[in-house]
C-alpha cells in the first residue's frame, strides 16, 4: 500500500467512525447515510485510489477542474456530484460526467440542464440548493434559492424532460439567524423537506454536512454528507 492510499484509507476510516457514533446517537442505521467525498483540487489519482478503497460517491465544484478529472477516471464505478454554483455556459460541459447537480437555484438554470439533457437522451438528478440566508425571493451568499421559492423551482425542475427532482442540498450560512448554528439549520433543511416531499414524494435526497458539521448534520436527519478535508486533507492555500 503507498503512503498515500494509507493515509486515505486512515482518513476514511476516522470518517466512518463519524458517520457510525452520529447514526447511533440519532437511532439511525448506517446505511442510511452516504458519504460524498469532495475532491475538489485534487488530482485524479486520489480519486482512483478512494475509489479501490470503496468510495462510490465523488463531488466536483469547478468545470474547469472535474471535467478532465471525470475523463481520466471513466472507467471506475463512480457517482459524480456537481457541487458548486454553476453558470448556463458550464451546462454542456458538466453534464459529460456529472450524475447529480446539487446546486439548482435557478429556473434558467433548469431549463440548460434540461436542454443538454434531452440532446444527450439521458436522465440528471437534480437537488435545489436551498439558502437559509436569503431574503424572501432572494439568493444567499454562497448561491441557493430562499426557502420561499423552493416549491415552485421544485414543479419547474419535475416538469422538466430529462431532469429528476431529487430533493435538497444546503451549506451552513455564515450569515444570517441560523450563522453558527449548524444542528439549527440542518434541521430547518429537513422541516423543508418534509413540506417538499408532500407534492414530490420521490425528492427525498437531503445533502447536507461538510468535514466540520457532518455529525450535526447526520444527525438532523441527512441522506448525504459531503466530505473533502477530512478525508484528502487541508487543500493547499486554506492553511
Not at 440519532?26 to 482512483?48: F, H, N, Q
Not at 460517491?57 to 458548486?84: I, M, S, Y
Amino acid at each position: 500500500m503507498t503512503d498515500r492510499k494509507h493515509e486515505l484509507a486512515g482518513n476514511l476510516a476516522k470518517v466512518e467512525e463519524r458517520i457510525v457514533a452520529a447514526c447511533a446517537a440519532a437511532g439511525r442505521k448506517r446505511e442510511e447515510v452516504t458519504l460524498i467525498v469532495v475532491t475538489k483540487t485534487y488530482p485524479a489519482s486520489d480519486v482512483r485510489i478512494l475509489s479501490e478503497l470503496g468510495v462510490r460517491h465523488v463531488a466536483e465544484n469547478r468545470d474547469q477542474d472535474a471535467a478532465p478529472k471525470a475523463a481520466e477516471c471513466a472507467d471506475l464505478p463512480l457517482t459524480w456530484h456537481f457541487v458548486g454554483q454553476l453558470q448556463t455556459n458550464k451546462v454542456r460541459s458538466v453534464l459529460g460526467y456529472a450524475d447529480v447537480v446539487q446546486s439548482v437555484d435557478r429556473a434558467r438554470l433548469v431549463g440548460a440542464l434540461s436542454k443538454e439533457a434531452v440532446r444527450r437522451e439521458r436522465e440528471l438528478g437534480c437537488l435545489i440548493q436551498v439558502a437559509l440566508d436569503a431574503d424572501e425571493g432572494g439568493r444567499g451568499q454562497r448561491g441557493g434559492v430562499g426557502p420561499d421559492g423552493i416549491e415552485e423551482l421544485g414543479d419547474i425542475v419535475s416538469r422538466s424532460e430529462g431532469l429528476r427532482l431529487d430533493g435538497l442540498m444546503t451549506v451552513a450560512p455564515l450569515t444570517g439567524p441560523y450563522a453558527g448554528r449548524e444542528q439549527a439549520a440542518f434541521e430547518r433543511l429537513m422541516d423543508l423537506s418534509t413540506a417538499l416531499r408532500r407534492s414530490h414524494p420521490a425528492a427525498n435526497m437531503v445533502s447536507a454536512g461538510m468535514s466540520a458539521d457532518l455529525d450535526e448534520a447526520v444527525a438532523a436527519g441527512a441522506t448525504h454528507v459531503r466530505v473533502g478535508t477530512a478525508v484528502l486533507g487541508v487543500r493547499a492555500g486554506l492553511g
